[in-house]
């Protein structure tokens, strides 16, 4: 039987964060991933590491100042990895954003990110129009030129999986949770591993699944949070930007999208439609695939939009009445014990003062950035300190070099 004080459910990019982070920290980690590394949402992203910009609208302040902490550290730590990109936001007449609210977003934008080198942003002059790679000019008021990040999404996730590993965790893949028994001193997991069974006793049970959440919940006897699941979809059509990554708004909703460079073609997304049907197979829609190529075709009129590839992730978001890209991105963690009554030390009700220092055995993580994996990581080992207990730490996660794989 294995054994260890943090088994971690799921590879993606929160899992490869949570396993660096507690192996960082000094703790015995486990990963077990079910198919690849990074092969479900985490290699279906828009490949950005940036703060939120269009978050700001929706009032989610303290999640853009940590992201663009993050994407600071990132620029810094993983250089082979997070490469510094231009961006640019054509406002024209129709454009629901007038140019002072652009301005004013981005100026805030540049607050939030302490005036960093990457913050910087101004006005293009309007000679240098006929150069941001044929853009359509009719119409149009003004184009501002930003700074963020973009990543191979994937690769960067099997870097934190190589980085945990080199940190002394333990990771396994393909390996599938079948279920799991909580017993007095943490969790008894049945597990396949390459195709065989295997008992895994853990401390603390992490469940980083993303879409799966629920299900792997399931399968740990634990209840399940309220959720929907959200298709975000691009297509790769033929062509370069050579002037960097376009913030866009659909003609046909209004929605922000981006067209930026990739791998000597353009990358186009994202949608975004509630989704209901299975988690194994996700496909960008026609519906979507043509939403996508129209909204391009509107400001790149003399490109082609002959779709070379198209993909889609799944991305988990909180219920509610706000529409889909109103809602908050902020990620929520679930315990074992938020379910249950908090008690103080004699085993009566909570009382004022009282309280003892919750020790959950299990967490779940429910959505989570790309550029915050880092941070998810540590507020998920923060959350499992006092059941887990201190440990010597071996690194630093915000200077921790991530190399590639």
């Known amino acids: 039987?294995?054994?260890?004080?943090?088994?971690?459910?799921?590879?993606?990019?929160?899992?490869?964060?949570?396993?660096?982070?507690?192996?960082?920290?000094?703790?015995?980690?486990?990963?077990?991933?079910?198919?690849?590394?990074?092969?479900?949402?985490?290699?279906?992203?828009?490949?950005l590491i940036h703060g939120g910009l269009r978050y700001l609208e929706s009032g989610d302040i303290k999640l853009v100042y940590e992201n663009l902490k993050e994407r600071e550290l990132l620029l810094r730590?993983?250089?082979s990895l997070v490469t510094r990109t231009p961006f640019h936001i054509p406002v024209y007449k129709n454009s629901s954003r007038p140019s002072w609210q652009i301005y004013a977003g981005l100026l805030l934008y540049r607050l939030l990110a302490r005036f960093s080198r990457t913050s910087e942003f101004h006005r293009l002059d309007p000679r240098a129009w006929r150069y941001l790679d044929s853009l359509k000019l009719d119409d149009l008021r003004a184009v501002f030129q930003y700074w963020d990040a973009q990543t191979d999404d994937r690769l960067l996730t099997r870097a934190v999986i190589k980085s945990a590993m080199d940190l002394g965790a333990k990771a396994f893949?393909?390996?599938?949770?079948?279920?799991?028994?909580?017993?007095?001193?943490?969790?008894?997991?049945?597990l396949t591993v390459k195709?065989?069974?295997?008992?895994?006793?853990?401390?603390?049970?992490?469940n980083a699944a993303g879409p799966w959440v629920n299900e792997v919940q399931e399968r740990l006897s634990l209840p399940r949070a309220e959720m929907i699941l959200v298709r975000g979809s691009h297509i790769v059509i033929p062509g370069t930007l050579a002037k960097g990554i376009y913030y866009l708004q659909s003609p046909i909703d209004n929605r922000p999208m981006f067209a930026m460079p990739w791998r000597d073609t353009i990358l186009v997304g994202t949608t975004e439609t509630e989704h209901s049907g299975p988690l194994d197979s996700i496909a960008?829609?026609?519906?979507?695939?043509d939403y996508l190529q129209?909204?391009?075709?509107?400001?790149?009129?003399?490109?082609s939009t002959e779709v070379l590839e198209s993909f889609a992730g799944l991305r988990v978001l909180p219920t509610g009445d706000d529409s889909t890209n109103r809602r908050s991105r902020e990620t929520r963690f679930v315990t074992d014990l938020d379910n249950q009554p908090e008690t103080h030390s004699n085993g009566t009700a909570k009382q004022a003062n009282e309280k003892t220092v919750a020790m959950p055995r299990a967490l779940a993580i429910y959505g989570g950035k790309l550029t915050g994996f880092r941070l998810t990581g540590e507020k998920v080992v923060d959350r499992l300190r006092p059941t887990l207990g201190e440990r010597d730490p071996v690194a630093d996660t915000t200077n921790l070099t991530i190399k590639s794989a």
């Open 77 to 79: 730590n993983a250089p």
């Open 294 to 303: 129209r909204s391009f075709a509107h400001y790149f009129p003399d490109k």
């Open 1 to 47: 039987m294995l054994t260890t004080e943090v088994a971690v459910i799921g590879g993606g990019i929160q899992g490869a964060g949570v396993a660096q982070a507690a192996a960082a920290a000094g703790y015995d980690v486990m990963v077990f991933e079910k198919s690849s590394w990074g092969g479900a949402t985490s290699s279906s992203s828009s490949k």
């Open 195 to 206: 195709g065989k069974p295997v008992y895994c006793h853990a401390k603390t049970v992490v």
């Open 173 to 190: 893949c393909p390996a599938e949770l079948i279920k799991g028994e909580r017993l007095e001193g943490g969790y008894k997991l049945l």
């Open 284 to 289: 960008a829609s026609p519906e979507e695939i």
